[in-house]
């Protein structure tokens, strides 16, 4: 056999084997239904700190201003009570959003304003506050 045709069939077998690779292959997907979730109820812990920082409390008191259109001297801390949330949404998850399902420490706090008293739930840094609702 010839060199060419040698050159000539090696490239017949990469093109066949490009134009297999590349081809569209049907693939059946099966629904699998979701299997259930294990919700963990909040408690409370020893494991964060007892007292919120003062760098806490003014993050806190800035995020719920802004929620409510005052000033952040206008919110006063009344109470706080140390928290291990059981997904990363410390309990409160908004509509359609996926929450890791993890121990997240923190504090549920109530804050006094001049529109009511209100609860939020935080991480322990701060970072992360959700309010939960006036209080009542």
């Given at each position: 056999?010839?060199?060419?045709?040698?050159?000539?069939?090696g490239c017949l077998?990469?093109?066949l084997m490009l134009a297999i690779a590349c081809s569209p292959s049907t693939v059946?997907?099966?629904?699998v239904s979701p299997s259930p979730t294990t919700?963990?109820?909040?408690?409370?812990?020893?494991?964060?700190?007892?007292e919120p920082s003062a760098t806490w409390i003014q993050q806190a008191q800035t995020t719920l201003a802004e929620?409510?259109?005052?000033?952040?001297?206008?919110?006063?801390?009344?109470?706080?009570?140390?928290?291990?949330?059981?997904?990363?949404c410390l309990g409160l998850p908004r509509p359609d959003e996926v929450c890791a399902q993890v121990i997240t420490p923190g504090?549920?706090?109530t804050f006094s304003t001049p529109q009511g008293n209100y609860?939020?739930?935080?991480?322990?840094?701060?970072?992360?506050?959700?309010?939960?609702?006036?209080?009542?």
């Amino acid at each position: 056999m010839s060199t060419v045709k040698v050159l000539k069939l090696g490239c017949l077998v990469v093109v066949l084997m490009l134009a297999i690779a590349c081809s569209p292959s049907t693939v059946s997907i099966t629904p699998v239904s979701p299997s259930p979730t294990t919700v963990m109820s909040p408690s409370t812990t020893g494991s964060a700190s007892s007292e919120p920082s003062a760098t806490w409390i003014q993050q806190a008191q800035t995020t719920l201003a802004e929620q409510l259109g005052l000033s952040p001297d206008q919110i006063q801390l009344q109470t706080s009570t140390p928290m291990e949330w059981g997904d990363a949404c410390l309990g409160l998850p908004r509509p359609d959003e996926v929450c890791a399902q993890v121990i997240t420490p923190g504090y549920q706090a109530t804050f006094s304003t001049p529109q009511g008293n209100y609860v939020i739930h935080s991480d322990r840094t701060g970072r992360s506050i959700r309010i939960a609702e006036p209080a009542s």
